[in-house]
C-alpha cells in the first residue's frame, strides 16, 4: 500500500503513549490512502503484538483522519503484522537516536 505524503503528515503527531515518540517516526504506519473520495485505508502495526495500547492508537488514526479529510466518511484501520516491525529497519533516524539505537 502507497503512503500519501498528505495523510501521513496528518498522523505525525500521534505518539506512542509508552515511547512518547511519533507512530511515524516509529514506522508503524505501513500506508495509508484514499481508496476512493469517502474511504481512507490504513495498514498500521504495534511495536509488539502483546501491545495493550494497540486499541487506542487505531482509534487516534481514525479519529485524526476523520477530523483532518471532512469528506472522509470511512477510515478502515487495518492491524498488520507482516513484515513484523524492527525499530532498526521501520524507525526514522531521528527516533532510532530516541530510542538509543546507532
Do not use: H
Not at 46 to 54: A, D, K, V
Amino acid at each position: 500500500m502507497e503512503k500519501d505524503p498528505q495523510l501521513l503528515e496528518f498522523l505525525r503527531p500521534i505518539q506512542d503513549p509508552e515511547l512518547f515518540i511519533s507512530i511515524v517516526e516509529l514506522g508503524l504506519i505501513y500506508g495509508v490512502q484514499k481508496i476512493n473520495p469517502e474511504t481512507i485505508q490504513v495498514d498500521l502495526t504495534l511495536t509488539s503484538p502483546g501491545c495493550p495500547i494497540g486499541p487506542q492508537i487505531m482509534a487516534q488514526v481514525e479519529q485524526v483522519l476523520k477530523s483532518e479529510v471532512p469528506e472522509a466518511k470511512t477510515v478502515e484501520v487495518r492491524l498488520v503484522w507482516d513484515p513484523p516491525w524492527d525499530p532498526k529497519v521501520n524507525c526514522s533516524e531521528d527516533a532510532k537516536m530516541q530510542l538509543g539505537i546507532f
